[in-house]
């Protein structure tokens, strides 16, 4: 790679990082702000002083792409944990869970049983049913495969399950 190649590649390496810093401080700003926001900054002019006009197009084009990917990204890993998301998969877990073969749950959960003795602790997976809690009796239903957590109402670590019903 020649001097002026890294040269060029340093300068936009820096405009990423300005994008990256910018975003952090304020993560409303849409691709068109951080690109106007870059365009004005001293890198870019830099940049533009030492670059002729096809370079520069060239630049641009991969500034507008990479701040585009970016931003994808930032979104797909805030959207993985929003409230609709998540309301969305257990809408999900709860239809798979209705639609699905009543018998052989039951077969599975009744194997389950045997395993548990009937008693499950904190931790243990269970796919569905009503779980009760062994101290105060407090139950809560499973729609879908999650660990137990403690009673919400004593800290209890240990439940029975109610059978499944037809």
């Known amino acids: 790679m020649s001097e002026r190649s890294s040269a060029l590649l340093k300068l936009y390496q820096s405009l990423i990082k300005q994008i990256q810093q910018e975003y952090q401080m304020d993560n409303t700003l849409t691709a068109n702000d951080l690109f106007q926001s870059v365009a004005h900054g001293k890198q870019f002019l830099a940049l533009k002083q030492g670059s002729d006009i096809k370079e520069l197009a060239l630049v641009e084009e991969f500034l507008k792409r990479d701040i585009s990917a970016f931003l994808k990204q930032q979104n797909e ?13 257990n809408t999900l877990w709860h239809w798979l869970g209705e639609i699905s ?21 904190v931790g243990d997976i269970v796919s569905q049913g009503q779980i009760i809690c062994n101290q105060c009796g407090h139950g809560f239903n499973i729609e879908f495969p999650t660990t137990i957590p403690s ?16």
């Open 77 to 89: 890993s805030s959207l993985a944990s929003s409230p609709t998301m998540l309301a969305i998969e």
């Open 101 to 121: 073969d009543r018998s052989q749950v039951e077969w599975h959960e009744l194997a389950q049983e045997f395993e548990h003795h009937g008693f499950y602790q």
């Open 151 to 166: 009673c919400t109402e004593c800290d209890c670590e240990q439940f029975s399950r109610e059978p499944l019903e037809p």
